[in-house]
Nanobody, 120 residues
Framework: QVQLVESGGGLVQPGGSLRLSCAASGSIRSINAGGWYRQAPGNQRELVARITSGGTTNYADSVKGRFTISRDNAKNTVYLEMNSLKPEDTAVYAC??????????????WGQGTQVTVSS
């Protein structure tokens, strides 16, 4: 089995920065596509950033230019660098990563989420 654990969330003032990490553990041959999602109270979950197996990145319009998704295959980790944070970025952020297990089977896993709060 493959598990994902997010870290790096917390409280930050508007205009501040945070870097979220999504670390995959277990028997893993490789990680491929990955995405970061967020859900604020009263809102549905939305995709904020994703990276394809080929390294192409996509962002929601609301975060474009401020957030950067990246991947470190050697560490089996996907990152989300968040800059110029706004109060409307406040949400629980969760990652989704797909790849292949050590036995060559495809997998897709979700992390449990980490809270990001942007407030003065």
């Amino acid at each position: 089995q493959v598990q994902l654990v997010e870290s790096g969330g917390g409280l930050v003032q508007p205009g501040g920065s945070l870097r979220l990490s999504c670390a995959a553990s277990g028997s893993i041959r490789s990680i491929n596509a990955g995405g970061w999602y967020r859900q604020a109270p009263g809102n549905q979950r939305e995709l904020v950033a994703r990276i394809t197996s080929g390294g192409t990145t996509n962002y929601a319009d609301s975060v474009k230019g401020r957030f950067t998704i990246s991947r470190d295959n050697a560490k089996n980790t996907v990152y989300l660098e968040m800059n110029s944070l706004k109060p409307e970025d406040t949400a629980v952020y969760a990652c989704n990563v797909g790849g292949f297990t050590g036995r060559g089977l495809p997998f897709g896993s979700w992390g449990q989420g980490t809270q990001v709060t942007v407030s003065s």
